[in-house]
């Protein structure tokens, strides 16, 4: 089991690099499989940056500055214990779980420990939509904007070819750098609708890797906050595209990474009459990988 799960390994890698020629074109089962199969663990890694501008009275940004940077991981080990009519019982252990940032200029702030070897277990369908039992679930730092935790997207739990596309709602969560560095109170998640497609299929033995791309935008949308009291309003505008590699033989998501740019952008009149406006970009790089 252990060189056949590196073999396929190799292959996620190769065809990750560019998708060679020669894949052949055919339906794919996309579900959760309801078989208990052995433990997966996935590796979600985060960056990200924020740079922030002040905006002059025509509306214009005035220069720039990097302003604060973050990075997160999570080490999480899962596996399908139970399959009870149409939804499966997923066990799963943070085996790590950690995050620190800094405004620049400054330490590094490490995020409060939440690792657990404690079990944890949900409910979920053959989409992988979670049914119940995520009010067990930790605070993920590496989670972003949901794309590359360990259950990715929702799959459309049929068949698939190359080609075909599903529509999946997410929610983006906005970090809380953003509303810190504007210094104001902002809720903290954003909903969005993501298009899914499946470009390409690769079957090998008993395997097959399916191939997805993920892209949704986020916003525009006007969010209310509240600026030392004031009312305020921030306008959120971004995007954010993902790749990610199912694999029927492990029966979840082996390979992933995603990019993610959202500006915010902060008006707020004080109560003598001042406006105040200013621009932050948060960029971010995602990524998910299966460690043996």
Excluded: C
């Amino acid at each position: 089991m252990r060189a056949s799960r590196r073999g396929v390994l190799m292959l996620a890698g190769l065809a990750w690099a560019g998708h060679p020629a020669g894949l052949r074109a055919q339906v794919v089962s996309l579900e959760l499989a309801g078989r208990v199969g052995p433990p997966v663990r996935t590796i979600t890694a985060l960056r990200g940056t924020m740079v922030f501008r002040e905006i002059n009275e025509a509306g214009q940004p005035v220069g720039d500055s990097v302003v604060g940077e973050m990075t997160a991981s999570a080490g999480i080990t899962h596996r399908v214990v139970a399959a009870q009519g149409g939804s499966r019982v997923v066990e799963l252990r943070y085996d790590s779980l950690k995050s620190r940032a800094r405004l620049v200029g400054q330490a590094w702030k490490e995020g409060a420990p939440q690792a657990t070897g404690r079990p944890i277990r949900l409910d979920v369908d053959k989409r992988l939509e979670i049914e119940s039992g995520a009010d067990a679930l930790p605070a993920d730092p590496a989670a972003g904007a949901g794309i590359l935790s360990w259950n990715g997207v929702a799959l459309p739990g049929r068949g698939a070819a190359p080609g075909d596309t599903w529509t999946v709602r997410v929610t983006y969560r906005l970090p809380a750098e953003l509303a810190q560095l504007l210094e104001i109170t902002l809720r903290d998640s954003v909903p969005a609708v993501a298009t899914v497609t499946l470009d390409s299929v690769a079957a090998r033995g008993v395997d097959t890797l399916a191939y997805l791309t993920v892209k949704h935008p986020i916003g525009p949308v006007t969010l209310p906050a509240s600026d030392a009291g004031d009312s305020a309003a921030v306008e959120l505008a971004g995007s954010q595209a993902a790749s990610l590699v199912w694999s029927t033989g492990w029966n979840a998501y082996v390979a992933g990474a995603g990019q993610a740019r959202v500006i915010g952008r902060l008006r707020s009149v004080n109560a003598a009459g001042t406006p105040r406006m200013a621009e932050l970009t948060w960029s971010l790089s995602l990524r998910l990988t299966v460690r043996l």
